[in-house]
């Protein structure tokens, strides 16, 4: 079974500064996906970025940013110039590329960081 | 182009109801999960319904079921209810296959008196 930890539960950032998010995980799978989805108090789980496991390439989305070291089991999120809208919880999800029965949307989360930021 | 929608968005029961909780994927979406969250354990996986069919059930007694239409439209069903089932219930819609992300609603927030 797949694991995911996130062992900060709490961040807090200076506005306009940069901030890192840490996830590690577990899996003896060789192909899936990596997700970060972002949480604010209106509860709506918001798709951050992805990462394929078969790509060497890191992700990016404007000042979103991942580090993915898939040898350490690593997928660490990178906020830049972070804004006052970026406070939420930020949840790292895994989901294996092996199909059952056509299809597989499982998602394996860890238990979040809380991001605070300060004006 | 329409989101995931979930209704009732806040429910009220007591103890030994029973609960049913809707979900209407994104149009074309035909892979619908559900995730229980709550403070302790997180977010935890229900179960995935791809085409009418479950496809996967993560480990919850069988008080928990669900179904598909064919309109993709899926409905979780809790019996039996007890204090533990106070949670949040988050719904997700994807293609099913492939690198395609999932995309959730705004949840259905139940509690159990």
Known sequence: AQTVTQSQPEMSVQEAETVTLSCTYDTSESDYYLFWYKQPPSRQMILVIRQEAYKQQNATENRFSVNFQKAAKSFSLKISDSQLGDAAMYFCAYRSATLLRGANSKLTFGKGITLSVRP | ?113
């Open chain 2, 1 to 113: 182009k329409a989101g995931v929608t979930q209704t009732p968005r806040y429910l009220i029961k007591t103890r030994g109801q029973q609960v049913t909780l809707s979900c209407s994927p994104i149009s074309g979406h035909r892979s619908v999960s559900w995730y229980q969250q709550t403070p302790g354990q997180g977010l935890q996986f229900l179960f995935e319904y791809f085409s009418e069919t479950q496809r996967n059930k993560g480990n919850f007694p069988g008080r928990f079921s669900g179904r598909q239409f064919s309109n993709s439209r899926s409905e979780m069903n809790v019996s039996t209810l007890e204090l533990g089932d106070s949670a949040l219930y988050l719904c997700a819609s994807s293609l099913g296959q492939g690198h395609q992300p999932q995309h959730f609603g705004d949840g259905t927030r139940l509690s159990i008196l």
